[in-house]
Nanobody, 125 residues
Protein backbone atom coordinates (compact mmCIF):
# COMPACT_ATOMS: atom_id res chain seq x y z
CA UNK A 1 0.00 0.00 0.00
CA UNK A 2 1.00 3.60 -0.49
CA UNK A 3 2.38 5.26 2.61
CA UNK A 4 3.73 8.76 3.19
CA UNK A 5 5.36 9.42 6.55
CA UNK A 6 6.44 12.88 7.68
CA UNK A 7 9.08 13.54 10.30
CA UNK A 8 11.21 16.37 11.61
CA UNK A 9 8.61 18.56 13.24
CA UNK A 10 8.97 19.95 16.71
CA UNK A 11 9.21 23.05 18.85
CA UNK A 12 11.58 25.79 17.77
CA UNK A 13 12.13 29.43 18.69
CA UNK A 14 11.36 32.20 16.25
CA UNK A 15 14.25 32.68 13.88
CA UNK A 16 15.26 29.04 14.08
CA UNK A 17 15.28 26.31 11.47
CA UNK A 18 13.78 22.88 10.93
CA UNK A 19 13.99 20.34 8.15
CA UNK A 20 10.96 18.19 7.47
CA UNK A 21 11.19 14.87 5.68
CA UNK A 22 8.53 12.81 3.95
CA UNK A 23 9.38 9.22 3.09
CA UNK A 24 7.18 7.56 0.49
CA UNK A 25 6.65 3.88 -0.23
CA UNK A 26 4.36 1.85 -2.44
CA UNK A 27 4.42 4.23 -5.41
CA UNK A 28 6.76 5.16 -8.23
CA UNK A 29 8.10 8.21 -6.46
CA UNK A 30 9.81 9.82 -9.44
CA UNK A 31 6.54 9.92 -11.41
CA UNK A 32 4.73 12.02 -8.80
CA UNK A 33 4.83 15.68 -8.04
CA UNK A 34 5.27 16.26 -4.32
CA UNK A 35 3.93 19.06 -2.19
CA UNK A 36 3.94 20.36 1.34
CA UNK A 37 0.74 21.74 2.84
CA UNK A 38 0.06 23.12 6.28
CA UNK A 39 -3.02 23.65 8.36
CA UNK A 40 -3.35 25.70 11.51
CA UNK A 41 -6.35 25.36 13.83
CA UNK A 42 -9.49 26.93 12.38
CA UNK A 43 -7.71 27.78 9.14
CA UNK A 44 -7.86 26.35 5.64
CA UNK A 45 -5.25 23.90 4.48
CA UNK A 46 -2.78 25.85 2.37
CA UNK A 47 -0.08 24.92 -0.09
CA UNK A 48 3.39 25.80 1.15
CA UNK A 49 5.67 24.39 -1.56
CA UNK A 50 5.44 22.16 -4.63
CA UNK A 51 8.00 20.20 -6.63
CA UNK A 52 7.18 18.91 -10.08
CA UNK A 53 8.25 20.19 -13.46
CA UNK A 54 9.16 23.35 -11.57
CA UNK A 55 8.92 24.55 -7.98
CA UNK A 56 6.39 26.79 -6.31
CA UNK A 57 6.35 28.60 -2.99
CA UNK A 58 3.64 30.46 -1.20
CA UNK A 59 4.43 34.15 -0.90
CA UNK A 60 4.45 33.86 2.87
CA UNK A 61 7.42 31.46 2.83
CA UNK A 62 9.30 32.55 -0.28
CA UNK A 63 12.96 33.12 0.49
CA UNK A 64 12.73 31.23 3.79
CA UNK A 65 11.66 27.71 2.80
CA UNK A 66 13.11 25.35 0.21
CA UNK A 67 11.67 22.11 -1.14
CA UNK A 68 13.91 19.37 -2.47
CA UNK A 69 13.62 15.71 -3.30
CA UNK A 70 15.83 12.66 -3.45
CA UNK A 71 14.26 10.20 -5.86
CA UNK A 72 16.77 7.50 -4.96
CA UNK A 73 15.56 7.62 -1.37
CA UNK A 74 11.88 8.25 -2.19
CA UNK A 75 12.01 11.28 0.08
CA UNK A 76 10.97 14.90 -0.20
CA UNK A 77 12.26 17.56 2.18
CA UNK A 78 11.22 20.98 3.34
CA UNK A 79 13.99 23.14 4.73
CA UNK A 80 12.48 25.89 6.86
CA UNK A 81 14.61 28.84 7.93
CA UNK A 82 13.85 32.08 9.76
CA UNK A 83 10.76 30.53 11.27
CA UNK A 84 7.97 32.76 12.53
CA UNK A 85 5.17 32.06 15.00
CA UNK A 86 2.69 32.25 12.12
CA UNK A 87 4.39 29.19 10.61
CA UNK A 88 2.95 27.10 13.44
CA UNK A 89 0.78 24.40 11.90
CA UNK A 90 0.43 20.73 11.14
CA UNK A 91 2.51 20.09 8.03
CA UNK A 92 1.48 17.44 5.51
CA UNK A 93 3.21 16.03 2.49
CA UNK A 94 1.15 15.01 -0.51
CA UNK A 95 1.74 13.19 -3.80
CA UNK A 96 0.01 14.09 -7.06
CA UNK A 97 0.13 12.42 -10.45
CA UNK A 98 0.30 15.64 -12.47
CA UNK A 99 3.82 16.79 -13.20
CA UNK A 100 2.59 20.05 -14.71
CA UNK A 101 -0.28 22.03 -13.23
CA UNK A 102 -1.45 25.58 -13.09
CA UNK A 103 -0.74 27.43 -9.87
CA UNK A 104 -4.46 27.35 -9.16
CA UNK A 105 -4.58 23.58 -9.57
CA UNK A 106 -1.52 22.83 -7.45
CA UNK A 107 -3.10 24.70 -4.54
CA UNK A 108 -6.12 22.40 -4.58
CA UNK A 109 -5.94 19.49 -2.14
CA UNK A 110 -8.21 17.40 -4.37
CA UNK A 111 -5.45 17.21 -6.98
CA UNK A 112 -3.32 14.99 -4.74
CA UNK A 113 -3.91 11.28 -4.46
CA UNK A 114 -1.92 10.44 -1.34
CA UNK A 115 -1.37 12.21 1.96
CA UNK A 116 0.74 11.73 5.02
CA UNK A 117 -0.62 12.06 8.53
CA UNK A 118 1.26 15.24 9.29
CA UNK A 119 4.00 16.49 11.57
CA UNK A 120 3.50 19.33 14.02
CA UNK A 121 5.65 22.45 13.80
CA UNK A 122 5.39 24.93 16.65
CA UNK A 123 7.31 28.20 16.60
CA UNK A 124 7.51 30.11 19.86
CA UNK A 125 8.03 33.84 20.22
Amino acid sequence: QVLLVESGGGLVQAGGSLRLSCAASGLTFSSYAMAWFRQAPEKERELVAWSGATTYYADSVKGRFAISRDNARNTVYLQMNSLKPEDTALYYCAAGRFWVMTAQAMRGPNNYQYWGQGTQVTVSS
